[in-house]
T-cell receptor, first 110, second 113 residues
Framework: KNEVEQSPQNLTAQEGEFITINCSYS?????LHWLQQHPGGGIVSLFM???GKKKHGRLIATINIQEKHSSLHITASHPRDSAVYIC????????????FGEGTQLTVNP | EAEVAQSPRYKITEKSQAVAFWCDPI?????LYWYRQILGQGPELLVQ????????DSQLPKDRFSAERLKGVDSTLKIQPAELGDSAMYLC???????????FGPGTRLTVL
């Protein structure tokens, strides 16, 4: 069992739909990152959070420390949001090393 | 906007050859990371530097991989000799400190024939 798990593995949506990607982890964390990776490999850091909620444009990230769970939401999804979304946690048991989830492939159709 | 620079973007080599990748982090970022990402998987940390010092290289295959950050700025990752299983994307990232938001470079896609 991975220490950081994401769901779903693949997600297809229609333009305009509200998207939720989930991330759960098994031990305490110092921080959690949400990353976006486009075809070709480039990774963009979307959020780093350790509590509560952060919002940037149409993206919202939340984290519940007690439940060891984080969600990434995309409102009014657009085809350009199509990418792999990766959750990465700084586990207290892993020192300063990020533990990555396996990613969620999001495809938004026009 | 400041970016992490990496070169080359693509590298094709034959097995048993030596390869080297270069990374220039965002100015002022003390922490530098090298990751390897095999197609379809998440990135795996190879080595983490804090300034010029290695703070984590537990996942670095030290028989063939080496990394340095001599002046605490740019960094080089070397593989010698390359093996078929080394084909992957090699990503460099930097952050002001750890933990902090990591900024990723465009990566070097290595193909070993």
């Amino acid at each position: 069992k991975n220490e950081v798990e994401q769901s779903p593995q693949n997600l297809t949506a229609q333009e305009g739909e509200f998207i939720t990607i989930n991330c759960s982890y098994s031990v305490g964390i110092s921080a959690l990152h949400w990353l976006q990776q486009h075809p070709g490999g480039g990774i963009v850091s979307l959020f780093m959070l350790s509590s509560g909620k952060k919002k940037h444009g149409r993206l919202i990230a939340t984290i519940n420390i007690q439940e060891k769970h984080s969600s990434l939401h995309i409102t009014a999804s657009h085809p350009r949001d199509s990418a792999v979304y990766i959750c990465a946690a700084l586990l207290r048991t892993s020192g300063s090393r990020l533990t990555f989830g396996e990613g969620t492939q999001l495809t938004v159709n026009p | 906007e400041a970016e992490v620079a990496q070169s080359p973007r693509y590298k094709i080599t034959e097995k048993s050859q030596a390869v080297a990748f270069w990374c220039d982090p965002i100015s002022g970022h003390a922490t530098l990371y090298w990751y390897r990402q095999i197609l379809g998987q998440g990135p795996e940390l190879l080595v983490q530097f804090q300034d010029e010092s290695v703070v984590d290289d537990s996942q670095l295959p030290k028989d063939r991989f080496s990394a340095e950050r001599l002046k605490g700025v740019d960094s080089t990752l070397k593989i010698q000799p390359a093996e078929l299983g080394d084909s992957a994307m090699y990503l460099c990232a930097s952050s002001l400190d750890n933990p902090d938001t990591q900024y990723f470079g465009p990566g070097t896609r290595l193909t070993v024939l």
